[in-house]
């Protein structure tokens, strides 16, 4: 069961890292020879960010192994100005060593505010070592061709430098780094057979992983309450090794979850499409064989489960004959349990032993078969009660937990296991480390389901480990609270979805009304707060200022044009200040859909347009309007023309190309009302105060309809969708609805997974609606809510999400299933 479990191992080193070139490979060259394990790191600054808000890590951080980890690495934590590099691990008899090399040249330590240093340069074969003492730790770095290389260890670094005219190749290193998906945060190679040392010094020596396999390649993903191993193994065939028993085999459908109970702790299953060649590979591995062997002939499936403190052990076979015969001869009584024959058995018989390499070492000494699978286990009153619990369906496939798991995992495989914090660290302390076994026991993961799954292919094998937090089922078409954030003041603000650029999910932005906006994770943490000089004006924009795939937050507040980075530090040059305050919104322009933004910023009668240098856009000339600018100006795209649409005070509508020369002649004069103009049916779309609907095509042509709208009404559309909140009716498309009497916001349109919802809130009576395009009510809507919504799929999964502001110091968010 070791393998179901190695990824523990991984974490224990993954939750540490938080802290001239003559080829491509150059950089393998400077890997050390005897280095076990190598973390290529594609992105320090989003590494960071996922690793300090991962609550399983922050729950094992304070375990021994991990905290000896962490001290071992406190130098990387010193490093500034990092973005990529490898990160090496080696061991000797007496120490543990890193090795952290990267192809940056502005990479420096960053240790000017700690005053317990001493800083020495020492000359090693014309080559300059630059020895640091920082508080406790001593390491050293160099230039090794135009590489900077940071090591714990000066002979280490000594050796490098002798080596690198001709370097050790090492060509399972190079196959990894040339496979290694970059679009991972952190790619994982270890050196299995070279890492006993190594194992040994953190784990002591009742470790069990050195015999797993050779080597492992894995890509690591992180989320706040996930993280996910994936990869390949590869297992040398000239040596007794675990994974060389699936050698030539292939997977199948595990079925033993069908038979595990429900409240088994844990449940491990072992495909075999052909139990000769297992029997093959044992002989090639020097496991014993007898002639037991082939009374297993016909078992394709072996199944562990941990249940009632015993293990559980399930053979499903494609023949029961021969099997059966074998344990007529082995029983010493029989008798009957709701219908089903329990056989009592001799001590000690030998059937097991062929079983051993996958199981361990374990006697049972009560049998039953249902269908063509054989139960076993120690106690009469376990198997009884295993039976009960597959008569009455109350399975382990059936669980929240195996649920959680299962969408992680392939339906066929060679292994598979499942467990929960109990079952892992039971395995773990027999088939791993009793060390690791209890830092997780000391850990707070009750709530996390642990997976793993290998899959035999030709010539290795695909892995694939997880530890993931437990979420209860829902009902179809329910709605339930996700989470609940509190703050000390009240909002300033409506809480808005905003995209987490590493890993593409939904965050929070949230302001109260000391001007302090927060950034909140998809799990409701706290990711970081930020003093603002005042409140933001509308809603944050996002835009890839850099077009590197990293998104940064854009926003006016009264009297400021801000744009802050994923951590909340300002971009320069593009904190600007304004005298006289009164901004408007925020508008930002992306033309061509090509990054080459546009930023908005309207003070009264003055436009002020920047590039994404933060300079002002000369060729823009419409810098000063005709009347006060009413709200942020707004850019439409019909055909191949652009539109920029300003609503004035006098009642004008200005419409302009993108110099800023008028596009469309609107001669009219309006009076507009707080709703937005839309683009619907490709015209400007927008309506009166007087509850007038108005629509301008593209050469100006003005058309008006008279709905009768109430002042205070509210509208809002798609290219094909308008919606109107009149009164306590609600309009989409051609359809009404009437609700209760009260004081509703406007309608907002989301388009979410091909869907169309409309969402409406009486402030009044603080309840939440939500319909589709056909104005039909979602199921199990109005909720209690005193706010209007932001909508999103927050997580991916093709299921929305929305957040609303609760009582005045709370938002909530809520998921619809």
């Known amino acids: 069961m070791r393998l179901t479990l190695l990824y523990a191992l991984i974490i224990l080193f993954g939750i540490s890292c938080t802290s001239k070139k003559k080829s491509e490979n150059t950089i393998l060259d400077l890997v050390p020879p005897n280095a076990s394990i190598v973390f290529k790191i594609n992105d320090f600054e989003t590494l960071n960010d996922e690793l300090s808000t991962n609550e399983i890590l922050n729950s094992l951080e304070s375990q021994k192994p991990f905290i000896d980890v962490k001290k071992i690495l406190t130098p990387i934590n010193s490093l500034s100005n990092q973005k990529k590099g490898l990160l090496a691990l080696s061991a000797d008899s007496t120490q543990i060593d890193y090795t952290y090399i990267s192809t940056d040249s502005l990479v420096s330590i960053n240790s000017d505010s700690i005053s317990n240093k001493s800083i020495e340069t020492l000359n090693y074969n014309d080559v300059t070592i630059t020895k640091y003492q920082i508080e406790k730790d001593t390491f050293y770095t160099t230039f090794i061709e135009n590489h900077w290389v940071l090591s714990s260890s000066q002979p280490l670094l000594q050796n490098l430098i002798n080596t690198i005219e001709q370097p050790i190749k090492n060509s399972a290193l190079e196959r990894f780094y040339e496979v290694s998906n970059i679009d991972k945060i952190v790619n994982i190679w270890i050196d299995i057979e070279k890492g006993e040392m190594l194992f040994q010094k953190l784990l002591s020596k009742d470790q069990h992983i050195s015999n797993f396999g050779s080597s492992m390649s894995l890509d690591l993903s992180l989320n706040d309450n996930e993280i996910i191993l994936n990869g390949v193994a590869e297992s040398s065939s000239e040596k007794n090794l675990f994974l060389n028993l699936f050698n030539n085999t292939k997977p199948i459908q595990n079925n033993t979850r069908n038979l595990t109970p429900s409240d088994a702790s844990n449940m491990t299953s072992f495909g075999l499409d052909d139990f000769k060649k297992y029997t093959h590979n044992k002989t090639l591995n020097n496991y014993p064989t007898t002639v037991l062997d082939s009374l297993l002939s016909t078992v394709e499936e072996i199944g562990v489960a941990e249940y009632n403190n015993e293990h559980v052990l399930f053979l499903r076979t494609y023949g029961t004959a021969t099997l059966l015969d074998y344990i007529n001869e082995e029983k010493i009584s029989t008798e009957e349990f709701s219908s089903n024959e329990i056989w009592g058995l001799k001590p000690n018989i030998e059937l097991f032993d062929p079983l051993t390499p996958l199981i361990g070492e374990h006697s049972f000494e009560f049998a039953s078969i249902v269908e063509n699978t054989f139960l076993f286990t120690k106690s009469k009153s376990t198997l009884e009660a295993v039976i009960t619990k597959i008569k009455t369906g109350d399975t382990f496939d059936k669980t929240t937990l195996f649920k959680n798991a299962e ?39 009750d709530n996390y389901v642990f997976g793993s799954q290998i899959i035999a292919d030709a010539g290795f094998f695909h892995t694939n480990f997880f530890i993931k937090k437990i979420t209860k089922e829902e009902e179809s078409s329910s709605v339930t609270s996700a989470f609940e954030v509190k703050f000390d003041t009240d909002l300033a603000t409506l809480p808005q979805f905003v995209t987490n650029h590493s890993n593409r999910r939904k965050e929070i932005i949230v302001q109260d009304q000391e001007n302090i906006l927060y950034l909140i994770s998809n799990s409701g943490k706290i990711l970081w707060k930020k003093q603002l000089n005042g409140t933001i004006q509308g809603r944050v924009q996002q835009v890839d200022l850099f077009k590197n795939g990293k998104l940064q937050l854009a926003f006016t507040t009264n009297n400021e044009f801000l744009i802050l980075d994923r951590n909340g530090k300002e971009v320069q040059p593009f904190t600007k200040k304004y005298t006289g305050g009164n901004l408007n919104p925020l508008a930002v322009f992306d033309y061509e859909g090509r990054k080459n933004y546009r930023f908005v910023v309207t003070q009264d009668k003055k436009v002020f347009m920047y590039n994404d240098k933060g300079d002002i856009v000369k060729g823009f000339t419409y810098d000063t309007a005709e009347a006060s600018i009413v709200t942020a100006p707004q850019h439409f795209r019909i055909g191949k023309k652009d539109y920029i649409v300003f609503k004035l005070e006098n009642g004008k509508l200005k419409i302009t190309n993108r110099v800023g020369k008028t596009r469309v002649n609107v001669k009219d004069k ?15 779309t927008f309506t009166s105060i007087d509850g007038i609907l108005y629509q301008i095509d593209a050469k ?35 359809k009404k609805v009437e609700l209760e009497l009260g004081v509703y916001s406007k309608p907002t349109i989301f388009y979410l997974n091909d869907k169309i919802y409309v969402s409406v809130t009486d402030i009044q009576n603080q309840k939440i609606y939500l319909f589709d395009s056909q104005a039909e009510s979602i199921p199990n809507f109005p909720i209690f809510g005193s706010s209007a919504i932001d909508m999103a799929d927050i997580n991916g999964n093709k299921q929305p999400e929305f957040v609303f502001k609760d009582q005045e110091n709370s938002i909530k968010v809520y998921k619809i299933r």
């Open 407 to 445: 969408n992680k995992l392939t339906s066929s495989s060679s292994v598979v296991s499942i467990a929960n914090l109990k079952g892992f660290v039971t395995a773990m302390n027999e088939s791993v480390s009793s060390t690791l076994s209890n830092s997780f026991s000391n850990s707070k993961l």
């Open 670 to 684: 309006f009076s507009f009302s707080d709703n937005d103009i839309k683009l619907y049916q490709n015209k400007f």
């Open 700 to 734: 100006g042509k003005v058309s008006s309809s008279n709905l009768n709208l109430a002042k205070d009404h509210g509208m809002d559309a798609t290219s094909r969708t308008l919606a109107i909140m009149n009164d306590n009716t609600l309009q989409i498309r051609n």
